[in-house]
């Protein structure tokens, strides 16, 4: 467990009125739960600073933006206690988005597996490049979307939400995201993306803080109950990676 506590982490900075949170871990910017917590943490310390007009969420690196759960930390889980309290990090940083009275803008520069499509669900508004292809993993490892599956069906709908989450092997692409909903716009490359956030953030810092405030509420009228909803869910998947099922067949797709 100590390697696992060891890796991971998140980097902060400010200017300009705008908040960056860069989130990061060795195999693919995966999310164990100390960095679900930062995560969580971060966001709302980033919605209670005045200077912070407007946060940017993104992972490190050009290459994958988020693996989702950590496997490793997935084999660790032995009782319901603690599984559930895994799953309470994505629903304590999709809650810290939703509360934040900022806006929350991600940053998408490659693929996002299971959890990391919740995080590009849950954020107000969505970047990506043409690389940022989206895969619901969860069911293929003997779980399901549930967590973030509010977070997925509000952005992209229920038909869309039910093709992610039920073949769960498929990729879809950056575009089949955009036209869904779930991406604002798909740049070529990186820098491209980078000087489209730019652009955006740099306006959105000059804007009413007041504005973007009650803007933001009725963006995310009718998830008030979300505080009880995904704990409720995050009881589920803590009680399902418990099962022989999800061990085995996440042992698994660690070896091969």
Known sequence: MENIIVQGGIETAVKDGVGTITFHHPKSNSLPSKVLKQLAETITDFGNQAEVRVIVLQSEGNGAFCAGA???????????????????????????????????????????????????????????????????SELAVGIGPFVVGPAVERKVGTSAFNALAVNATEWRSAKWACEKGMFMDVYPTVSALDEAIAALTARLAKSSPDAMQELKRVMWSGTENWDTLLEQRAEISGRLILSDFAKQTIHQLKQG
């Open 70 to 136: 950590s496997f490793d930390e997935l084999l660790t889980l032995q009782d319901f206690p603690s599984a559930k309290e895994f799953f309470m990090g994505f629903a304590r940083v999709i809650n810290a988005i939703r509360k934040a009275p900022k806006f929350v803008i991600g940053r998408v520069q490659g693929k996002a597996v299971g959890g990391g499509v919740g995080v590009a669900c849950a954020v107000d508004y969505c970047l990506a490049t043409e690389a940022a292809s989206v895969k619901l």
